[in-house]
T-cell receptor, first 108, second 115 residues
Framework: GQQVMQIPQYQHVQEGEDFTTYCNSS?????IQWYKQRPGGHPVFLIQ?????EVKKQKRLTFQFGEAKKNSSLHITATQTTDVGTYFC????????FGAGTTVTVRA | EAGVTQFPSHSVIEKGQTVTLRCDPI?????LYWYRRVMGKEIKFLLH????????ESGMPNNRFLAERTGGTYSTLKVQPAELEDSGVYFC?????????????FGPGTRLTVL
């Protein structure tokens, strides 16, 4: 079955620094979604990428879908304490296969 | 607009007991999903309802799990009898058919602990 892998599993970031989390699928994805789960919370939808090579930005967050539609990345610039949480990639469509997530902690 | 709600928020039971989790999706969302996250691992799909019909239950671990969605509104997930490995957080999510994004709205989850 389809597998979605995420790296790194943990990311400890100095406030103000940038970081990137990567998502790789064993199969081509028709689309990919990103979710964020705050500590003790539930996954909240961030964005969906559909097109090959697509890049979308949300303020300090930049999402990219690979040309082969088998990988994706999330890049956060100038990390803030509000960025703490676990970021999941998932896909595709209705039956979401989640990666294990990247858990981000921030040191002030 | 109310979000997805789940009840209870926490449940602690002993091995062999029965537990029933409830999910109320966002009003008007035909699609309802159950997921489970075991500690430290990925969120795993359990099943998908479209209205009252089970569209896909391929993620259900075994026949100790029974999900229902009578009337196509709220859903229940019963675990009987519960085993230690059933511990985890059970999330419910709903989605509106035909939405421009395939966004799923997650509930707060039910944390199940089996002792």
């Amino acid at each position: 079955g389809q597998q979605v892998m995420q790296i790194p599993q943990y990311q400890h970031v100095q406030e103000g620094e940038d970081f990137t989390t990567y998502c790789n699928s064993s199969t081509t994805l028709s689309n990919i979604q990103w979710y964020k789960q705050r500590p003790g919370g539930h996954p909240v939808f961030l964005i969906q990428l559909v097109k090959s090579g697509e890049v979308k930005k949300q303020k300090r967050l930049t999402f990219q879908f690979g040309e082969a539609k088998k990988n994706s990345s999330l890049h956060i610039t100038a990390t803030q304490t509000t960025d703490v949480g676990t970021y999941f990639c998932a896909g595709p469509n209705y039956k979401l296969s989640f990666g294990a997530g990247t858990t981000v902690t921030v040191r002030a | 607009e109310a979000g997805v709600t789940q009840f209870p928020s926490h449940s602690v039971i002993e091995k062999g007991q029965t537990v029933t989790l409830r999910c109320d999706p966002i009003s008007g969302h035909d699609n309802l999903y159950w997921y489970r996250r075991v500690m430290g691992k990925e969120i795993k799909f359990l099943l998908h309802f479209v209205k009252e019909s089970k569209q896909d239950e391929s993620g259900m671990p075994n026949n100790r799990f029974l999900a229902e969605r009578t009337g196509g509104t709220y859903s229940t997930l019963k675990v009987q009898p519960a085993e230690l490995e059933d511990s985890g957080v059970y999330f419910c999510a709903s989605r509106q058919t035909g939405a421009s994004y395939n966004e799923q709205f997650f509930g707060p989850g039910t944390r199940l602990t089996v002792l």
